[in-house]
Every structure is written in structure tokens, then in C-alpha cells.
């Protein structure tokens, strides 16, 4: 159909999740500008790392970030260890530095407690990753502070804004 297109989701036989964008016929991923995960990769086991660490970067639009919280705990439930890849943040960092993602911890300190996940919701141990294929091509970092605009309860105002440069 001329000038139809359409965003399609599809979970293939070999275990691969793909996001694809069909218009006139040509088909590609989808990608987008930030792709998070809270608390899910420990629950990974090592050899599948890498294979999803391909397909996220696949969908990932470049200056785009990947941002998650990890536990680096053991979690076994009525005998079954939940958490497949229990390791400490610098493990994660190299690994995903051997995976082409550059970790920027100046974004997870910009980003302060402005996370879904951590010492903030009583996850005291885990840790913030802000992941990117590079730092070329990344939102310039803010030069103003901003702390004065996040606030630990209630209403918080977006540090996007910020990145963008929209306030």
C-alpha cells in the first residue's frame, strides 16, 4: 500500500526481540533516544549478555543513552538463584566496554537521585549505569546546576530539559 507505514513487534524463533519500522516496503529497526532497565540484567546469564547488549545497540538511536540500575547481590528463592550474573559495577563496566558502550559517570551524578531504582527505594547496594555507544554524538554536558530544580519528593522536574537545553 502506497505511503503506508507501520512499527511492528516480533519475538523470533532464536529468542531474538525485534522493533521494526515498515514505510513503502523498507524495513528497518526502530530506534530510540533512551532505552532503560531497572534492575534486569543480573537476572542475565553471562554467556546471553552479549546478545542483548546487540540488540538494545541496535535499537539504540546514536547519542542515545542506556540507563539501568544493578544489583550486585545474590537472590535465591525457595532453592532457584534468580540472579544469574551477580558481579560489581566496574565487572559491568568492563564487560559492556568490551561490548562497544561507554559508561559516563558524570551523567549518573548529574542524574543524582533522580532514578527509579536505588538507595533512594531501598536498594542500598545496587548501582546506576549510563551506557552509550560513545561520546561522540552525546547530548553536550550541563554546565548549569540544576540541583536546585530536582527534589527528593513529590514533584521533580525533568533533567531532560536540561540535557536538551529547554529551561
Known amino acids: 500500500m502506497e505511503g ?3 512499527i511492528s513487534v516480533h519475538l523470533r524463533r532464536d529468542g531474538k ?3 521494526t519500522y515498515r514505510d513503502n516496503g523498507e524495513s528497518r529497526p526502530v530506534q530510540f533516544d533512551v532505552v532503560t532497565c531497572w534492575e534486569m540484567m543480573e537476572h542475565i546469564a553471562e554467556p ?3 546478545h542483548l547488549v546487540a540488540n538494545v545497540k541496535k535499537h539504540l538511536a ?5 540507563i539501568m540500575s544493578v ?3 545474590p537472590e535465591v528463592v525457595n532453592g532457584v538463584s534468580l540472579h544469574q ?3 560489581p559495577k566496574a565487572w559491568w563496566i568492563d564487560k559492556f566496554a568490551q561490548l562497544g558502550l561507554v559508561h559516563s559517570e558524570e551523567y549518573v551524578s548529574y542524574f543524582n537521585t533522580q532514578f527509579v531504582r536505588g538507595a533512594k527505594y531501598g536498594t542500598y547496594d545496587s548501582f546506576h549505569l549510563v551506557l552509550s555507544q560513545g561520546k561522540a554524538g552525546l547530548p553536550p554536558f550541563p554546565t548549569k546546576d ?3 530544580g530536582f527534589t527528593t519528593a513529590g514533584s521533580v522536574r ?3 530539559r536540561f540535557l536538551a537545553g529547554d529551561f
Not at 546514536?62 to 542506556?66: E, R, T
Open 4 to 6: 503506508h507505514s507501520r
Open 17 to 19: 526481540f525485534e522493533i
Open 48 to 50: 546471553d549478555i552479549e
Open 62 to 66: 546514536p547519542g542515545g543513552f542506556w
Open 71 to 73: 544489583s550486585p547481590r
Open 85 to 87: 550474573t551477580v558481579q
Open 146 to 148: 540544576c540541583s536546585a
Open 158 to 160: 525533568f533533567p531532560q
